[in-house]
């Protein structure tokens, strides 16, 4: 990705769309290119610059979406929402992450009693 000056025309293109996500659907923007920070504690949470999912958010809004959850079984579902088998076909990782968006991703854990559960860690909200 070639560097332009931050009035460019891609950067337009980019604060347009990003006020468009702000104004219509209450998302958040960063524009971090040169400015952003890696690690667990940075801009974005990002570890490196190839990272495409943003990994702590994920596990944020799996949490706040699962209150019911533990923590271990909140990292399971961001695991499974995030890996990649190479051993697999493009569509195959799609259908599964649908499902999973769609109708929760599996995970497991013990209850406070050791009993084990298999719930499905939600990913939207219900009715969306």
Do not use: C
């Amino acid at each position: 990705m070639a560097y332009t000056d931050i009035n460019g025309e891609d950067r337009l293109v980019q604060a347009t769309f990003a006020n468009h996500l702000r104004d219509k659907l209450g998302w958040d923007s960063i524009y971090a290119w040169n400015d952003e920070t890696f690690g667990s504690n940075g801009t974005l949470g990002r570890h490196d610059p190839r990272d495409t999912v943003l990994k702590r958010d994920l596990a944020a809004t799996v949490a706040r979406l699962n209150p019911d959850l533990p923590p271990t079984a909140v990292e399971e579902a961001v695991e499974k929402l995030t890996r990649v088998d190479f051993s697999r076909s493009l569509v195959q990782h799609n259908r599964e992450y649908h499902g999973f968006i769609r109708d929760g991703v599996p995970v497991t854990y013990r209850d406070a009693k050791g009993q084990l559960r298999t719930p499905r860690a939600q990913v939207r909200r219900s009715g969306r």
